[in-house]
DNA sequence: AGCACATACCGAGGAACCCTCAGGTTAGAG
DNA sequence: CTCTAACCTGAGGGTTCCTCGGTATGTGCT
């Protein structure tokens, strides 16, 4: 299912499809907030001021789309999980890193499924993205391995499959019943070693 | 956000209105065990060789027919429950019907989220049977907890949430590479109460 | 300033799917 | 056999997806 060239949006050369470009990029993203990623892409062209042959030219899928929208938050989570590598506590670095990251996955609904497929399949638009998250987490995941604190056979694979399942979870939950934290928490203190009480 | 009366589709009266009522509803087994819950509906009532109103004459809403077509495995997870309740272990029966839930939670894609849906959600098709089931999964936790195996302030709406998310991440995996079971593992193995080594 | 053309925009239109409803058909009780 | 409630049909209006041929325009070059 890999298919060819994975589409990255990138900024156009000309002065007015960067306007366009930036106007889809702001509605697109007002309305993945709203309705989530399968919003309407017409209304969100519409919305943009543009046609809908124009929104198709800068993002020729809706997954492009969502990469672009999402991109630099992504980048964010990786620049952070990189300013942690070398915490004293690895654990909480682990930990804090985690609720970001969980944070950021649910930013609207449905995202957390495309960045699930994006994860292992290349010719995905997100798939750099993900690749170089997953590479920042699997890091902070060593480090706390290494100092003993986070129990040794957990894999970054799945460290993934359990910040997007609880992100996830977050999506699901109406805006004031979010379980999420305490979920997060709960594994967090399942996968610590814990040789400090008698 | 609660639609007046949910429709839970019942068997019709006449001859005829049964056997398409039956067709319509192995086509869909089948086509959400394809393509997941968002199958089409049209492709589904061709299948089973009625037009499209006929369809829509027995199951109202798409939740409807999902509703019907997971109703009985549904019931078999809340029968195994109560057969689990008196169980001389409860933390094994516990971990079992938690296998068990969430082998039935990702039957197809989109199931879970429809399910987490209707859990809370009174006026949808499948909360009746969502909320028998979580009394069931409770009753466990329960049992567990009083034997102190488990700790004592997970509730069970927190296990639901567990569990829905280890389905979601179960449904997202390639068939080969299914990472649901360690997840649901250690979670276990997190939330029990360890005071047997020195 | 004027030209040329790569770049960008537009929106009609075919396809898929949703769901409704007015009118025709039929099973089955009496 | 009659009658009617139950059932079936499929055309059709609405939405969204995505493509593509035609058109407009920003920009570099002379």
Redesign the pocket.
Known sequence: MTTGTPHIAQR??????????DAILAAARKAFEADGS??????IAAQA??????L???F???ASLVEAATRDGLADLVAHAERLASSPDPLLALSEWMERAVRHFSTFRGLVGILAQSMYDEGTPSHAMCSAMHHGGADLLRAAQAAGLVRADLTPDELFAVLSGVAWVREQSLPGRDGSPRILRLFLEGITTRDREP
């Open positions: 156009p050369r000309r002065a007015d499809g960067r306007r366009n470009y399968e919003a309407s892409l017409e209304s001021g543009v046609a809908i042959g124009t198709y030219r800068h020729p899928a809706r």
